[in-house]
Nanobody, 127 residues
């Protein structure tokens, strides 16, 4: 399966944006979790958030906890990431990927257990 991230753009610091992860097979049952990741220029890709499809349980990195919300949008067959109170440190290309559970996103090297990486969507936060 190939996931597609979309919805990025330019936003001022303090602003909000929603990015979306979609595929026709998103809720087919083949995957148990969808994770959002980001990679800033010159930095390694990091896990940002994850949601389990079966029970809706979520995980957030400390850097976005309280500002980002991940949720399923069944009408769009997508998993969205609502981002509020954005700051310049949130500037990055955002990617989504699928796995059996959210556990790997919290472990070093765990990104290797996520698949379906597509082209990311660029989020730029201006000061």
């Amino acid at each position: 399966v190939q996931l597609q991230a979309s919805g990025g753009g330019l936003v001022q610091a303090g602003g909000s944006l929603i990015v979306s992860c979609s595929t026709s097979e998103l809720f087919s049952g083949d995957y148990g979790a969808i994770g959002w990741f980001r990679q800033a220029p010159g930095k390694e890709r990091e896990g940002v958030s994850c949601i389990r499809i079966d029970d809706g349980s979520t995980w957030y990195s400390d850097s976005v906890k309280g500002r980002f919300t991940i949720f399923e949008d069944n009408a769009k067959n997508a998993v969205d990431l609502q981002m509020k109170n954005l700051n310049v440190d949130d500037t990055a290309t955002y990617y989504c990927a699928a796995s059996l559970t959210c556990g790997p996103i919290t472990r070093p090297g765990g990104q290797g257990l996520f698949g379906g990486w597509g082209q990311g969507t660029l989020v730029t936060v201006s000061s």
